[in-house]
């Protein structure tokens, strides 16, 4: 059983990962109907939550069935950091998770996320700071390093379960490489070998089908399994991993009644969550996704991203329903 402080998160846990504009309340719900077993919120700016900001405050918000689920901050900050977990902290979420990975300009170049990847000693007092403002277990999310020369996540690990943090996902990249390339888990591997490492390891990086997960999860020795933009459209991808590590088979690939009725509930907790202009404009994003592989889709995706109302959404999914009713006997491979 994997565990953080005293959330049981199963055998071998699937989480879905933190994803700015997109691990909002609706995509988790479909998430956690897909199997998710651990979900994060959105990162969330410390100085904005301290700042009151609307968009910073709309991101703690958190749902009982989502449960367990983690608060992500992130700050270059510690004096921040610190009333920002404590502001995160009466929202009651079941963890605080601190995030060192991002890469992008806007964060890491000032001071944040990734950027602690150059200053581990801040790293570690900044997390020890947090650990202590907070009741709740702290978690933290991380890449290998900054760049190739300086990949120092097996050290970092090592110094952050010292302090008190109660699990690490890490993703197999340097803040170098963003998103390009491929990821590389063997530093993820080598933290497990650590004999000194309790705490729960999750691999994060490219899990993008059920045959690859039972590969890395065998090959790299982790606790569990985060995965990103797999989801994105396509939720089923817990279920289907479950299913592969249960059985050794892949399962059906949802119908296409599945994938709009999926696509309805998401749509539908989208606008009464953000309203309807927003709901049904960060919408269209997820059409794509959702209807992957369907033949001849594309005018019916085009209408999707140009409707903007509600109605006129529901009625194009009813028609795609209809129209690719025969198509459910297929088992369209996603
Ligand atoms: C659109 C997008 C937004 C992201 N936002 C966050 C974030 O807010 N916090 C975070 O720790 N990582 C964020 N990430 C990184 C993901 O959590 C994850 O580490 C990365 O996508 C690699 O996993 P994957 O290959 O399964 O997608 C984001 C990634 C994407 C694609």
Redesign the pocket.
Known sequence: MVKIGNIELGEFPLLL???????DPPFRAVCKEGGADLM????ISSEGLIRDAVKSRQKLDIFEYERPIGI?L?GGEISSMVESAKIATQVNPDLI?I?Y??PVKAVACRGA?AALLQDIPKMVKMTEAIVKATRLPVTV?T?LGWDEKTKNVVEAAERLQDIGIQAL?V???TRVQM?KGS?DWSLIGRIKENPRMRIPVFG?????SPEKALEYRNTYGVDGI???????GYPWIFGDIKEYFSSGTRREPPTISERVRVARKHLEFSVRWKGDRTGIFEMRRHYTNYFRAIPDFKPFRTRLVEADNLADVEAILEEVLETYREYDALKLTA
């Open positions: 990962a933190p994803m700015e504009d997109v691990s994060y919120t959105e990162f992500q992130f998770d995030n990975g991002c996320g999310k890449r996902t993703h197999g990249r998103y990821a994060n990086g490219d899990i993008d985060m995965v990103g933009r797999a989801a994105i």
